[in-house]
């Protein structure tokens, strides 16, 4: 009989990867996703621990979850992810209805864990080993996944950014092998995938004998079936020659770039960690479009940083015009258990990063909103990945990574159409197919 499974997933797209292949690993022992954790067998919270916010919604949801469970069916509920790995054993105190805490680097041990599990009720079955090598030699084939998927090619971190939990909670840098990377993108394009997205915490420090990830997403590109590549998250000191060319010259590579700064002013780039200065940053921005022209470059910021002056605050501003970003994240500053940023003098009170966060959002909703308006009129091609919110509509995505709502019949998706964009919304475009 099928078994019901309910995964709940919490941060980056590397998280949500991860549930996809925890799906593909318990899919031979007859669980089968379902939308609602109500009458589920298999309850998993994939969780995030980069913003202590993130870390705290998993505690309140597991209390909703301790009521479900007294109610009634013996449902296991599991929890994963980087909470996990970073607060292991104590979650089973803090949380006894949890039956099971494992880490990102052991879901492929699932079908023995949740079967230890079942057999322990009430123990806490706990895995936390952190060696990703052997995951992805033990992981299945990926199963069917939509018209856009994701591909991981590089897990974990080497550089410790001084505010960041990643080194900690998905360990030391690994890269798998480019063979293993264009079996999975051939598996993928033969089911109906034509847009990979190579995934990875530091995407771009890939590397593997004399190959770059330039070479590699080169190589993804030109496999049958695969029309559009894209790479995420990648950080500037790792941008190379090759990855720039492959921007110039391979069409397939989408003119989207998530590449994080984080801060404009060098002060606090230094304290971050980041191994790079804001004019280090300017120039790679300029160097990118200079490649390709029509390239998009989005950002993540962090405000509040310990020891962020006004000054500082202002340079960030300033960089935001300067580099041209065409939309960003914000965050505040969040001192996380472990990182040298927590405990740096220079804490700034938390009104100084609400008001800065508003500035700062307030600047970014209008330069995005502008971007958004500037498509008004323009025709681009839009992939079909997903059906609309109404009936006759679908919704995909433009070559900038916008999602696109369009009056289309249901036989074009999964298929890549010229559409107009007709009108902007805050974080959505609207347009009609253009006559073929
Ligand atoms: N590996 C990626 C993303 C890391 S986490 C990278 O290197 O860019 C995603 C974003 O969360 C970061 O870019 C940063 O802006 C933010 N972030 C990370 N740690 C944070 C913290 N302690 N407080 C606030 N924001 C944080
Ligand atoms: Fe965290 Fe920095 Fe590594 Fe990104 S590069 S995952 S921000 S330590
Ligand atoms: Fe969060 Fe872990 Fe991703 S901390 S951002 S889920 S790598």
């Keep these: 009989m099928a078994k019901k499974l309910y995964i709940k997933t919490y941060g980056c797209q590397m998280n949500a990867y991860d549930s996809e292949r925890m799906a593909d690993v318990l899919a031979p022992l007859g669980y089968v996703s379902v939308e609602e954790p109500d009458g589920a067998d298999l309850v998993i919270l994939n969780t995030c621990h980069i913003r202590e916010k993130a870390a705290e919604k998993v505690f309140s949801e597991l209390g909703r979850l301790k009521r479900l469970k007294a109610g009634g069916r013996s449902m296991i509920l599991a929890v994963g992810g980087c909470v996990a790995q970073a607060e292991g054993e104590d979650i089973l105190k803090r949380a006894p209805q949890v039956d099971l805490v494992f880490g990102p680097q052991t879901y492929h041990r699932l079908p023995e864990l949740v079967a230890r599990a079942e057999r322990e009720r009430g123990i806490g079955v706990l895995d936390i080993d952190i060696a990703p090598e052997p995951k992805f030699d033990h992981l299945p084939e990926t199963g069917v996944r939509g018209p856009a998927a994701f591909i991981a090619v590089q897990e974990g971190c080497d550089r410790f950014c001084t505010y960041c939990v990643v080194p900690y909670t998905r360990g030391g840098e690994y890269c798998r092998p480019p063979d293993e990377v264009l079996k999975e993108t051939r598996h993928l394009a033969e089911t109906g995938t034509c847009e990979i997205t190579l995934l990875g915490q530091n995407v771009n420090a890939w590397k593997s004998g004399d190959w770059g990830l330039g070479r590699l997403i080169r190589a993804v590109a030109a496999t049958p079936g695969v029309r559009r590549v ?207």
């Design 230 to 436: 894209r790479y995420t998250t990648s950080h500037p000191a790792h941008v190379d020659e090759e990855l720039i060319r492959a921007h110039a010259e391979e069409e397939k590579l989408m003119p989207y770039l998530h590449l994080p700064v984080q801060s404009g002013s060098d002060r606090i780039l230094k304290a971050m960690n980041r191994g790079h200065d804001a004019d280090d940053y300017r120039l790679l921005a300029h160097r990118l479009k200079q490649a390709r022209p029509d390239l998009a470059l989005s950002s993540d910021f962090i405000v509040g940083f310990p020891g962020e002056t006004e000054a500082d605050f202002q340079a960030t501003l300033d960089l935001i015009d300067e580099a041209g970003f065409v939309l960003a994240y914000s965050f505040k500053f969040s001192p996380r258990p472990g990182t040298g940023a927590a405990l740096l003098s220079g804490q700034v009170p938390e009104e100084v990063k609400s008001e800065r966060l508003a500035r700062l959002q307030a600047k970014l909703i209008s330069i995005q909103h502008r971007w958004y308006e500037e498509m008004v009129g323009q025709s681009m091609d839009v992939l079909f990945d997903r059906p609309g919110r109404h009936a006759g509509q679908l919704l995909g995505r433009s070559p900038f990574m916008q999602p696109v709502h369009v009056k289309a019949p249901a036989e074009l998706m999964g298929s890549i159409a010229s559409v107009r964009i007709t009108k902007g919304h805050a974080n959505s475009l609207a347009g009609i197919l253009a006559a073929a």
